[in-house]
Nanobody, 122 residues
Framework: QAQLVESGGGLVQAGGSLRLSCAAS????????MAWFRQAPGREREFVLA????????YSADFVKGRFAISRDNAKNTVYLQMNSLKPEDTAVYYC???????????????WGQGTQVTVSS
């Protein structure tokens, strides 16, 4: 399984932007689908965005509405989450995940990072 490490979280004002990164170890990154999920306090983990191994396919949650984008650099074993027009309700721990298929379902991903906190102040 891939080892995943997220970075880039922090505190930002509403309307601001952040870019999260997820670095993966191992030589199989280019064969893995990648995704971002998030979990706010007292809520279940929810899907944000996913990208196929070749970056030819992406899935996004409805709440993204063009504000967030996922990308990957297979040469760097890294996937990114660009978040723009952030809202206080985007406050959550954001998790990176890797798996064999591109999916919106958490149970299809076999490797998870430890998460990075994103806090959006109003």
């Amino acid at each position: 399984q891939a080892q995943l490490v997220e970075s880039g979280g922090g505190l930002v004002q509403a309307g601001g932007s952040l870019r999260l990164s997820c670095a993966a170890s191992g030589r199989t990154f280019g064969n893995l689908a990648m995704a971002w999920f998030r979990q706010a306090p007292g809520r279940e983990r929810e899907f944000v965005l996913a990208i196929s191994s070749s970056a030819s396919t992406t899935y996004s949650a409805d709440f993204v509405k063009g504000r967030f984008a996922i990308s990957r650099d297979n040469a760097k074993n890294t996937v990114y989450l660009q978040m723009n027009s952030l809202k206080p309700e985007d406050t959550a721990v954001y998790y990176c995940a890797a798996g064999p298929v591109t999916s919106t379902r958490a149970n299809t991903y076999t490797s998870w990072g430890q998460g990075t906190q994103v806090t959006v102040s109003s």
